[in-house]
C-alpha cells in the first residue's frame, strides 16, 4: 500500500518561502517510471498542479509557476519537497503530493495539509 503524507508550516506570511514535504512510504521514489506530483487546490476553485520530480530526479513545473517554484528530494528519507518564493495571499490553498505512474494520471494522493498566506 502506497501512502503520502504532507507536511507543512499552516501559516506563512506574505513575501516569504513556502516549503512542504511529502513522505512516501509503501514504495521508492526512484522506482522507474513513477513521477511524484505537487497539486493544489485554493478555496472554491478547481486543482492546480504545480510541478513534479521524476524517479530520475529531473523536475519539471508548470509555466505559470515556474519562475516561483522548486522540487527536490532527499532519496535516502524517501521524501520530496515543494519551495514556492514570494508568496501572496493567493497561494492560500490545499496542497496535496501524488504519485503518477507514468504521467498517466495520479494513483495515490496525500490527505493534503492546508496552508494559508496571511499576515
Known amino acids: 500500500q502506497v501512502q503520502l503524507q504532507e507536511v507543512g508550516p499552516g501559516l506563512v506570511k506574505p513575501s516569504q518561502t513556502l516549503s512542504l514535504t511529502c513522505t512516501v512510504s509503501?514504495?521508492?521514489?526512484?522506482?522507474?517510471?513513477?513521477?511524484w506530483s505537487w497539486i493544489r487546490q485554493p478555496p472554491g476553485k478547481g486543482l492546480e498542479w504545480m510541478g513534479v520530480?521524476?524517479?530520475?530526479?529531473?523536475?519539471y513545473y508548470s509555466p505559470s509557476l515556474k519562475s516561483r517554484t522548486s522540487i527536490s528530494r532527499d532519496t535516502s528519507k524517501n521524501q520530496f519537497t515543494l519551495q514556492l518564493s514570494s508568496v501572496t495571499p493567493e497561494d492560500t490553498a490545499t496542497y496535496y503530493c501524488?504519485?503518477?505512474?507514468?504521467?498517466?494520471?495520479?494513483?495515490?494522493w496525500g490527505q493534503g495539509t492546508q496552508v494559508t498566506v496571511s499576515s
Open positions: 509503501g514504495d521508492s521514489i526512484t522506482t522507474g517510471y513513477y513521477y
Open positions: 501524488a504519485r503518477e505512474p507514468g504521467l498517466g494520471g495520479m494513483d495515490y
Open positions: 520530480i521524476a524517479y530520475s530526479g529531473n523536475a
